[in-house]
DNA sequence: TGAAGTGGCATCCTCTTGA
DNA sequence: TCAAGAGGATGCCACTTCA
């Protein structure tokens, strides 16, 4: 669980209404991600971008950007080490943090569900549609086009990934036990025709087959999900 | 630190001779795991095969393999891997040694070195000619064919890689500063013209570009690393 | 010299929690 | 319901060890 995936938490930015002072206390730190944009350095095996294989020198520096996504956001966040970024600054800082109100800790630390608006739910579902994994960069992509944290994307698809599996496990133990994942899902990333796709708001990704979007008609419908997206007044 | 990598350690698996109690105990769990075998989960957003997602229950099995690159394959393929025929038995040697001593545990716990033999080297540094990186299911399929562990080999293509940065970096900033890694490196996996590869003792790899082998001479130049390997006596 | 060991970080999966 | 949290597994990289 160390490096674990709840690195960069800062849960909504923007799109999300609802957010507790850790939220506030993270937001910060996911600006500067962005920034380095190093990602990737694991796609190992994939095709994908990912040429230059960064010479970077320390581990130390790997903080900040490095991988993909989150990143080490997570370590401070949960106290221990590095204080977050934020107020960090004074070396005080642990002090600083502590001293707040009495017992920070102590705090229940209220567990808030973002709602995610039908525009970004919209477009999350379209691309799921088209696959079922987000390479580190389609997912940066992505989450920059929906106002998301990477994070937020990684775990919208993790979760809608677990959600369809359940569903095809339960709902049928017919036909085809759950390739309906693997099938369209693992990204064929096949190097040469990437193609704009308007779905992931201008990203390269390779298209596998067009969802109808933007539609003639003002709904859309998601083979997985079985639901309609209107396209009228989605936020 | 936890679920980092030493998981499947068992060290030497027929070709080396040298190993320690910790070796010996290592061993018995060395096979169960190859037996889930799950590895493979990770590649997200590759191109490979995969295709299957089998909708195992329990995380125990973990295993998986999901996505890109290396996935599917493995859990099956390797069966598990019973132990290789092998040799790897002599051993009584170092073992015996350690062992015998009361006190396991406060030992040294000497670190041997294994020493692959000059057919192993040519395979791998034959394979690793064509690519910087394997699928876990190529990983499993070189393994076997060489009697070395999954870790063996992941670990020699982990250093290979490394010394082949080295190398560009020191003594040469010239041109491409590293990317004879990408290149040929992160396997371009275009599922479809998998060629039967000699070098793989016939597993199932994307052929990139010829290396001479057999060939008609009696050695084998790397142009990694500069290299000949005789190809006679070559035990 | 080079196979391993160590530590850090990332992703994935499964299960669980709680607004 | 569903976004997250928690925990376990595996891979890769940078470094370090030490036969």
Redesign the pocket.
């Given at each position: 669980?160390?490096?674990?995936?709840?690195?960069?938490?800062a849960?909504?930015r923007g799109a999300?209404l609802?957010f507790t002072i850790?939220h506030i206390l993270n937001l910060k730190q996911r600006g500067g991600q962005e920034l380095y944009a190093s990602?990737e350095?694991?796609g190992?095996?994939c095709t994908e971008d990912l040429q230059a294989?960064?010479?970077?020198?320390?581990?130390d520096s790997?903080?900040e950007?490095?991988?993909?996504?989150?990143?080490?956001?997570?370590?401070e966040?949960?106290g221990e080490n590095t204080p977050p970024p934020t107020a960090c600054a004074s070396p005080g800082a642990a002090a600083a943090s502590e001293q707040k109100d009495a017992e920070p800790k102590v705090q229940?630390k209220?567990?808030?569900?973002?709602?995610?608006s039908k525009r970004q739910?919209f477009q999350?579902e379209a691309t799921f549609d088209m696959k079922?994994?987000?390479s580190?960069s389609e997912?940066a992509c992505l989450a920059n086009s929906l106002q998301?944290?990477?994070?937020?994307v990684?775990?919208?698809?993790?979760?809608?990934?677990?959600?369809l599996?359940r569903q095809l496990t339960t709902d049928m133990e017919g036909p085809a036990p759950a390739e309906h994942?693997s099938e369209a899902g693992k990204n064929v990333q096949l190097p040469g025709f990437y193609k704009d796709s308007s779905l992931l708001g201008g990203c390269l990704l390779p298209m596998q087959f067009p969802v109808v979007y933007p539609s003639p008609a003002p709904y859309v419908f998601f083979s997985n999900t079985g639901k309609y997206f209107g396209l009228l007044g989605a936020e």
């Amino acid at each position: 669980m160390p490096g674990n995936m709840s690195k960069e938490d800062a849960p909504s930015r923007g799109a999300s209404l609802t957010f507790t002072i850790d939220h506030i206390l993270n937001l910060k730190q996911r600006g500067g991600q962005e920034l380095y944009a190093s990602k990737e350095r694991r796609g190992k095996g994939c095709t994908e971008d990912l040429q230059a294989w960064d010479v970077r020198r320390r581990r130390d520096s790997t903080s900040e950007e490095t991988a993909q996504t989150k990143t080490a956001a997570r370590r401070e966040d949960r106290g221990e080490n590095t204080p977050p970024p934020t107020a960090c600054a004074s070396p005080g800082a642990a002090a600083a943090s502590e001293q707040k109100d009495a017992e920070p800790k102590v705090q229940v630390k209220k567990k808030t569900r973002t709602i995610f608006s039908k525009r970004q739910i919209f477009q999350l579902e379209a691309t799921f549609d088209m696959k079922r994994y987000l390479s580190s960069s389609e997912r940066a992509c992505l989450a920059n086009s929906l106002q998301l944290t990477e994070t937020q994307v990684k775990i919208w698809f993790q979760n809608r990934r677990n959600k369809l599996k359940r569903q095809l496990t339960t709902d049928m133990e017919g036909p085809a036990p759950a390739e309906h994942l693997s099938e369209a899902g693992k990204n064929v990333q096949l190097p040469g025709f990437y193609k704009d796709s308007s779905l992931l708001g201008g990203c390269l990704l390779p298209m596998q087959f067009p969802v109808v979007y933007p539609s003639p008609a003002p709904y859309v419908f998601f083979s997985n999900t079985g639901k309609y997206f209107g396209l009228l007044g989605a936020e």
